[in-house]
């Protein structure tokens, strides 16, 4: 099982770093002028769709998933249970007056003791839930719409949702996400931020096209 | 009153005695005193003890009285309850008296037990009548010597308030007296009070230790810290009594300050690691690679030994009682019959403060200090580990961050790792650490069981035949305390609670299989009551359930006769519960239960809903006879806390299941004992008034939760649970 | 081994340690303050609280690496601490421990809470305390504790 987890893992990565290498081509003469209008032409909505699913393939890992809940409290490793030790979300969703995220999250991962960390811990708000309350993950257009809604996402538009891919605190974790207690290492997404990044510029600049509903 | 001045004759006369020895290599003798109801033996009474009132009672000279008690205090309050006994006799001035606890030492032990401990909820029960004594004849050298000084009879003088007032307006002060006082002879018989003139028995009185404990001045076992101490902590095997082949500890050298090195283990084999401090050592611990020998030893799995127990359960087994026709139960109709299963997990203790040992080795002697619950046979065995007499082990009891059990046990498992290093470390103190981890994995559980219980259910809905298989690990098989708890191939601790329950049913067998899988196994607080307690109070609603009757009433009718304390305890919830439970919310229902052991008797009764899938324990009445209530404020919190306890068998992740050998839950994440929210909101504890002796409250709490939560629970949703845990509803 | 200055109870400590030592165990056994007490080790008891920059902080999981220059106070600043004394003194009177292992923890949470909302309800009792355990079971009385230091506090 976990085998062919990793290895249907591992061609994923060669299929889509093979995607990169090509979507760096072209993203080249483009980044020389990134804050200006690009002069080449926008992807195509196909393109954009197909940056999409590798964008909703890296949303719906446990490292992003897992406090993109829609229950009262945030879920823990790979397997997505329930957070430990009556974890709540809190009226700001970052947990009670005396159980804050950061009772016990840092700044930084705690490697020695396996907790992770990263400046500003908490859930996402109830509009960003990826998942319903049986933590079944929403369908790939379901988070896309969610995603691209200004009034469930924090009014951002596309270059504020690749501003927030590219540089919030708790994205960049998932790609750092440090050790387990058992001195393990967490899992990542399938995707490098780079290539996270990348594909989420492109579906952006593709006009952030949502998947039909099948 | 009466009563309470016969308490020691009453319990004498349940008692059995019994010399055995620990080790016979060692050749030590240990006399054990165990009071088991089940096997009670009439007439063998030990000679009764003037115990020497310097070794109970310091009165120093700014007038503060200094009470030693004989007990472990972990949470139970005896540290407060039993010099209450003694200042109440003493009358003492409560506001001056401080309490510690007592180094091992024969003049501390348990007056019944015969050795220094705390279990079977014993502390009050057995320590009661000799507190009082003790207490009475300190006052009467105080007042003997204030005579002697007026030259005056003692009976022209009384006491108040640690005062000896004399004819004429004389006075002294408890301070000025206990000088000459010491110089006086112990008397050998003295006047107790009326209970009428108790000032502090049977009054609210508040703890003497919690400031302490709320100021983080309270020192515990883990706590200590001595000049040079070491710390350690073992590797213990992955399978219980593996040994090692091999171990390579470059990595863990490397750390600053580590040794390493291998060590005897009561079973099995391990690597001890010590360094100066816990985290160093831990990882090192953690840096070694270690090649166990695992084929050697029985792989204990859950699931296989459910079945093996479910097909156990189908067969007779030794019986543990039986009277009226045991046929009658085949004469009886399918349809009027009960068949049930129960199954029930591995339990850990898990108290708080992780498991520990200090001590020192010097050659030819040693000093030890110990959160114990058994201190007789702990310094025992450290004595034989280090080569030592127990009397060359000066053994310091710790306060303990609770232990549920957890510190009783026969063999002394830690404290033989800990001597096993301090040996080696000839000269300098070592402090032996149990990381959770090592508490959650390491065995000594409460055993996982298998009930079957087939009823027979007359024309009136009275249960005239029962039918009764319990399935489980002995505890003490192979211990030097088989022979007193083991009658027939029967431990007595697997089947009370079951063998001796208070209802009156014809034809009733119970009979017991206890197979013997590699799992270390432990009483638990209140020990086969936590299983037996929950099945026949199950069985109970269900019965009633379909003879459609109250609960309450259909309990009330099958009690035997002679079950006073029981009805006692039963009618008394019933009064104060009926209000709230004929008025429940929609989506409530209540539950109740009732259960006597170690003298106590408990019934009570809960308000349970369902949210978010588990059960909301909105209230419980708990209704308690424990004889006269020595301190009713520690009996409240002990009852509405123990609740609390009791409820580890219901919450989803209070199970310890091994696979392949190997236990599976690692630390509170895996096995989560309750927190706050899975606890009862409230508590009301309601106290049966009564003038007999006193029984214990230690354990009484735990046994009646779980079985009454249920009981609602079965009413909310239809469903009969009888698979402990509750993962779901 | 590295030498970190710590503000601890309003006095500054050095300690040299490993970078990954909780600060648990700096407080333990470099600084000899043992109120704080070790538990678990994950996080999943609460017996380690203290407050890390105001903030209830479960000192078992957090490398002194990480403490950074923020105070720390734990339940031997308590007494003198006006919130902290008046949940003390609550405790005391309402019986509250039993073996007390958790119980300075237990005040030090119910100190966070009440420092950030005077008048809890029940369900915020019992989110703030819902990760801090007590095996003896003491929770219907550490309710009650918060209740009265909340009247006390008005």
Redesign the interface.
């Known amino acids: 099982m976990n085998k062919l987890h990793s290895f249907s893992r591992t061609l994923l990565i060669i299929l889509l770093a093979s995607a990169v290498c090509s979507l760096l081509a072209l993203a080249g003469p483009l980044r020389r002028d990134a804050a200006q209008k690009p002069k080449s032409p926008a992807p195509t909505k196909e393109e954009g769709l197909a940056a999409w699913q590798q964008v909703y393939s890296v949303l719906t890992h446990p490292r992003c998933i897992n406090c993109h809940t829609a229950t009262n409290y945030p879920q823990q490793g790979d397997d997505r249970h329930r957070h430990f030790a009556n974890v709540v979300r809190g009226p700001a969703n970052n947990g009670v007056a005396a159980l804050r995220c950061a009772t016990c999250h840092q700044d930084a991962n705690a490697d020695s003791t396996g907790v992770p960390g990263a400046h500003g811990w908490h859930l996402a708000p109830l509009s960003m839930r990826w998942q319903d309350t049986n933590d079944k993950i929403f369908s790939s257009p379901e988070v896309c719409n969610a995603l691209t809604d200004r009034s469930k996402n924090n009014h951002l538009d596309g270059p504020g949702i690749l501003k927030h891919h590219t540089s919030e605190a708790l994205v960049l974790w998932a790609f750092h996400p440090g050790r387990n207690i058992d001195g393990t290492m967490r899992t990542l997404p399938p995707l490098t931020h780079q290539q996270f990044v990348e594909a989420t510029r492109k579906w952006v600049d593709a006009g952030t096209p949502c998947p039909q509903n099948p | 009153m009466t009563a309470i001045h016969s308490a020691n004759t009453v319990s004498l006369s349940r008692r059995s005695f019994l010399r055995v020895s620990t080790n016979a290599a060692a050749g030590l003798l240990v006399s054990l005193y165990l009071d088991f109801p089940l096997f009670a033996q009439e007439g063998a009474k030990p000679p009764a003890k003037v115990y020497p009132p310097d070794a109970f009672v310091h009165i120093k000279p700014d007038g503060k009285i200094l009470i030693t008690v004989n007990r472990l205090e972990f949470g139970q309050g005896v540290q407060t309850s039993l010099p209450m006994v003694l200042a109440d006799e003493l009358d003492a001035d409560w506001s001056q008296v401080i309490a510690d606890l007592a180094p091992a030492a024969d003049v501390y032990k348990d007056p019944v037990f015969g050795i220094q401990m705390v279990g079977g909820s014993g502390s009050i029960a057995h320590s009661f009548q000799q507190y009082r004594e003790l207490g009475a004849r300190v006052r009467a050298m105080l007042v003997a010597a204030a005579a002697d000084q007026w030259k005056v009879a003692p009976d022209q003088c009384h006491t108040e308030a640690s005062v000896v007032h004399g004819p004429g307006g004389k006075s002294a002060t408890y301070a000025q007296l206990a000088e000459a006082a010491a110089k006086q002879p112990v008397p050998a018989k003295v006047q107790l009070k009326d209970p009428s003139q108790f000032r502090f028995i049977g009054k609210k009185v508040r703890r003497l230790d919690s400031r302490p404990k709320c100021d983080g001045s309270q020192k515990f076992g883990l706590d200590l810290d001595l000049p040079g101490m070491k710390i350690a902590v073992v590797a213990h095997p992955p399978v219980f009594g593996a040994r090692i082949k091999s171990v390579d500890d470059k990595s863990a050298r490397e750390l600053p300050g580590v040794d390493v090195f291998e060590i005897q283990l009561v079973k099995g084999t391990g690597v001890a690691v010590v360094a100066d401090k816990f985290w160093t050592a831990k990882q090192a611990r953690d840096r070694l690679k270690i090649d166990w020998d695992l084929a050697s030893v029985d792989h204990a799995d859950s699931s296989r030994l459910l079945t093996q127990y479910k097909d156990l359960a189908r067969t007779t087994g030794n019986i543990a009682t039986s009277r009226g026709d045991q046929k009658a139960l085949d004469a009886i109709p399918d349809a009027n019959r009960i068949v049930a299963e129960y199954e029930f997990p591995y339990l850990a203790h898990t108290p708080m403060e992780p498991l520990n040992t200090t001590i020192r080795f010097d050659g030819d002697r040693a000093e030890a200090w110990v959160p114990s619950q058994f201190q007789t046979m702990d310094q025992i065995a450290i004595a034989q580990v280090l080569g030592l007499k127990p009397d060359q082990v000066t053994f310091h009891t710790e306060y303990a961050g609770g232990g549920f059990g957890r510190r009783a046990v026969i063999d002394s498992h830690v404290q033989r790792e800990a001597a096993a290093i301090a040996k080696r470390l000839r000269g300098t103190p070592v402090k032996l650490v149990w990381t959770r981890e090592d508490d959650v994995q390491g065995g000594y559980y409460r055993p996982m069981f298998v009930h079957r219980v087939e009823i027979g259910i007359g024309q009136d809905g009275m249960p005239v035949a029962w039918r009764h298989v319990i399935v489980g690990q002995s505890l003490v098989a192979g211990t030097p305390f088989a022979p007193m708890m083991i009658k027939n191939g029967v431990d007595a601790t697997a089947v009370e609670g079951a063998a001796d329950a208070p209802y009156s049913i014809a034809n009733f067998q119970v009979t017991a299989h206890h197979p013997t899988p590699n799992v270390p196994v432990l009483w638990w607080r209140s020990v086969g009551h936590t299983h037996t307690a929950f099945v026949m109070e199950t069985l109970m609603d269900e019965l009633a359930a379909r003879a459609n009757a109250d609960p309450i009433a259909y309990r009330r009718k099958l009690l035997k006769p002679d079950a006073a304390k029981a009805r006692r305890a039963l009618d008394l919830m019933d009064e104060k519960s009926a209000s709230w439970r004929n008025s429940l919310p929609k989506g409530h229902a209540f539950g109740v239960a009732c259960h006597e052991c170690f003298g106590t008797a408990v019934a009570c009764a809960a308000d349970v809903s369902i949210e978010d899938q588990r059960p909301r324990i909105h209230r419980v009445t708990v209704a308690v006879d424990p004889g006269l209530a020595v301190n009713p404020l520690t009996i409240e919190a002990q009852f509405q806390a123990g609740v609390a306890f009791g409820l580890t068998q219901l919450v989803p992740r209070g199970a310890i299941t091994l696979k392949d050998g190997r236990v599976e839950q690692r630390n509170f994440d895996g096995y989560a004992p309750p927190y706050i929210a899975d606890s009862p909101v409230a508590v009301d504890v309601h106290i049966v008034p009564s003038t007999e002796a006193p029984t214990g409250c230690g354990e009484p709490p735990v046994p009646v939760i779980s079985p009454a939560v249920v009981n609602a629970l079965a009413k909310l949703t239809g469903k009969h649970y009888r698979t402990l845990p509750l993962v779901a509803l | 081994?590295e030498t970190y200055k710590l503000t601890v109870n309003g006095q500054t400590k050095q300690v040299t340690?490993?970078?990954?030592?909780?600060l648990l165990?700096v407080l333990?056994?470099e600084l000899?303050?043992?109120?704080?007490?070790?538990?678990?080790?994950?996080?999943?008891?609460?017996?380690c609280?203290v407050h890390l920059g105001g903030?209830?902080?479960?000192s078992?999981?957090?490398?002194v690496s990480?403490v950074g220059n923020r105070p720390i106070v734990?339940?031997?600043a308590?007494?003198a601490d006006p919130v902290g004394r008046v949940v003390?003194d609550a405790?005391?009177?309402q019986?509250?421990?039993?073996?007390?292992?958790?119980?300075?923890g237990q005040?030090m949470?119910?100190v966070?809470?009440l420092?950030?909302?005077r008048k809890?309800t029940?369900k915020?009792?019992?989110?703030?305390?819902?990760?801090?355990?007590?095996?003896?079971?003491?929770?219907?009385?550490?309710?009650e504790a918060i209740k009265v230091a909340s009247q006390q506090l008005k």
Request: hydrophobic fraction near 35%; charge should be neutral; include cysteine.
């Open positions: 081994m340690a490993d970078p990954g030592t909780p165990w333990r056994e000899k303050m043992t109120g704080t007490k070790y538990g678990c080790g994950i996080s999943a008891c609460g017996a609280t903030m209830a902080t479960r078992c999981v957090v490398p990480l734990t339940i031997e308590m007494a003390q405790w005391v009177t019986d509250v421990v039993q073996c007390g292992y958790c119980q300075s005040i949470s119910a966070a809470l420092k950030y909302n809890p029940d915020d009792i019992e989110e703030s305390m819902g990760g801090n355990l007590c095996r003896c079971g003491t929770y219907v009385r550490i309710r």
